[in-house]
């Protein structure tokens, strides 16, 4: 429900700018380099969803399943790539290249901490209204 609810305020990238995420990419994973086959890569959040990241276009790049599911999850994508590289000159490139996304896909801010309020505040009601329509039903 949380998840529906915030889409209405910040929805998903439309189908064209997944496919310029992926170009941009070189349908390639943009912490590891590893080439992604057509429909088996991610749109992950650089800043997570969890931490107010948008599910703008800008703060999405496209990544392998096992770099999005299984390793970065909700770090910072900066801190991840350094994990992946340490210092290494490809740190540097791979960085660069999600910084010139991030500036050629026209940066948004986070969702504000009101807006995020707002999201969670809007779902506990819609919850204790379905719980009340539930129980209405059984005749609890």
Not at 83 to 105: H, M, N, Q, Y
Not at 119 to 125: A, L
């Amino acid at each position: 429900m949380r998840r529906g609810l915030r889409f209405l305020v910040d929805p998903e990238p439309a189908v064209e700018e997944r496919q310029r995420a992926i170009a941009f990419f070189g349908h390639c994973c943009a912490y590891c380099g590893t080439p992604i086959g057509h429909g088996k890569g991610d749109l992950d959040h650089l800043v997570p969803a969890a931490k107010g990241g948008r599910n703008h276009i800008s703060n999405r790049v496209f990544s392998c399943k096992p770099c999005n599911a299984e390793e970065k999850r909700d770090k910072d994508w900066e801190e991840f790539l350094l994990e992946k590289c340490g210092g290494s000159p490809t740190f540097e490139l791979r960085s660069g290249k999600i910084l010139e996304w991030i500036e050629s896909a026209g940066a948004v801010p986070p969702l504000s901490e009101d807006m995020l309020h707002l999201i969670e505040e809007q779902c506990r009601e819609a919850t204790a209204a379905y719980d009340k329509a539930c129980r209405k039903v059984r005749g609890i």
